[in-house]
């Protein structure tokens, strides 16, 4: 009588390692835990610091967990007046600045993409020469002022609202993932130019688009230097403009610190030590959540331009 085997497809197989994969990834899972402890600590560190106590912090006993855990630090923040205007002023900052930004890439990105594009290679080399040559500081300020943007929320929006390596990037994306099949189907059905990119193009770009929002949205979010050129009133400074502020009045000349009573001096160290912490944990949060929302596109994105098998 003849038996029938039944082999099962779906149960997994093992694999053999020989010594050196073994010893290969033994040694990437060391450097990797290793890389992982430098990157974590410091945020570890920095969080538990915020929940201490500032004479904790100051005669140096958190190492890893919070010493004395208060919430003065964090009570200290939200009182501060400046701090939470800055912490307002920079999400207006990041949430226009973001969205004027990938309107900009995504209406010059995918007609560049198009190879029909009167002029496409002009342009594109328009857009590249800026990359490699600029005015500088100086004329960049000028420009500023001659518009009559400076001490306005519009300098920090609109002088640098254009990346032309970021479009760059998302041309490269339009070129390689929007077929040319998909627009010819489409204009055979009668879509539109416009119907196609708002109906066709932007839902399957959203790797990339998950991206520019990252890449932007950082970048305004750190924005510190733009805001110090162009920004005179307090009222509209960003986030990081206060905290330099805050760093700035910790760090006092000792002539300064001097002058000052013992008393005064002693409350004065206290709040800046318990502002310093504090505030780059809530300086963080905003990405820290933006990230989780956008992970799965990132890796996408990211790999735009790779060697595609």
């Known amino acids: 009588m003849d038996k029938t085997y039944v082999?099962?497809?779906?149960?997994?197989?093992?694999?053999?390692?020989?010594?050196?994969?073994?010893?290969?990834?033994?040694?990437?899972?060391?450097?990797?835990?290793?890389?992982?402890?430098?990157?974590?600590?410091?945020?570890?560190?920095?969080?538990?610091?915020?929940?201490?106590?500032?004479?904790?912090?100051?005669?140096?006993?958190?190492?890893?967990?919070?010493?004395?855990?208060?919430?003065?630090?964090?009570?200290?923040?939200?009182?501060?007046?400046?701090?939470?205007?800055?912490?307002?002023?920079?999400?207006?900052?990041?949430?226009?600045?973001?969205?004027?930004?990938?309107?900009?890439?995504?209406?010059?990105?995918?007609?560049?993409?198009?190879?029909?594009?009167?002029?496409?290679?002009?342009?594109?080399?328009?857009?590249?020469?800026?990359?490699?040559?600029?005015?500088?500081?100086?004329?960049?300020?000028?420009?500023?002022?001659?518009?009559?943007?400076?001490?306005?929320?519009?300098?920090?929006?609109?002088?640098?609202?254009?990346?032309?390596?970021?479009?760059?990037?998302?041309?490269?994306?339009?070129?390689?993932?929007?077929?040319?099949e998909l627009l010819e189907a489409a204009q055979i059905d009668g879509c539109s130019d416009i119907k196609f990119f708002a109906g066709v193009v932007i839902p399957l770009s959203k790797p990339v688009i998950a991206v520019m929002v990252l890449f932007h949205s950082i970048g305004h979010w750190n924005g510190y230097m733009r805001a110090l050129l162009y920004l005179n009133n307090s009222e509209l400074y960003p986030l990081q403009l206060v905290l330099r502020d805050i760093l700035f009045l910790a760090n006092m000349p000792e002539e300064v610190l001097a002058q000052m009573g013992d008393s005064k001096l002693e409350e004065m160290t206290n709040v800046m030590e318990l502002l310093k912490y504090a505030v780059i944990v809530v300086g963080s949060l905003p990405v820290l959540i933006l990230y989780p929302f956008i992970q799965k596109y990132f890796v996408k994105g990211i790999m735009i331009g790779s060697v595609k098998g």
């Open 7 to 180: 082999i099962n497809q779906n149960r997994p197989r093992a694999i053999h390692c020989s010594i050196a994969d073994r010893s290969f990834h033994i040694t990437n899972y060391i450097v990797l835990t290793i890389f992982l402890i430098i990157v974590l600590y410091p945020l570890i560190y920095v969080l538990s610091c915020s929940f201490s106590s500032a004479m904790a912090v100051i005669s140096n006993r958190v190492w890893l967990w919070p010493v004395d855990i208060t919430l003065d630090s964090y009570k200290a923040v939200f009182e501060h007046r400046l701090l939470m205007t800055g912490y307002g002023n920079a999400l207006i900052y990041m949430a226009a600045g973001t969205c004027v930004n990938i309107l900009l890439l995504l209406l010059c990105a995918y007609p560049l993409s198009r190879k029909d594009l009167p002029g496409r290679a002009f342009f594109t080399f328009y857009f590249i020469f800026t990359m490699f040559f600029n005015g500088g500081q100086i004329p960049n300020y000028i420009l500023v002022n001659n518009l009559h943007m400076l001490n306005t929320r519009w300098a920090l929006i609109i002088p640098f609202a254009f990346s032309a390596y970021n479009m760059i990037i998302v041309r490269t994306y339009f070129s390689s993932n929007i077929p040319g």
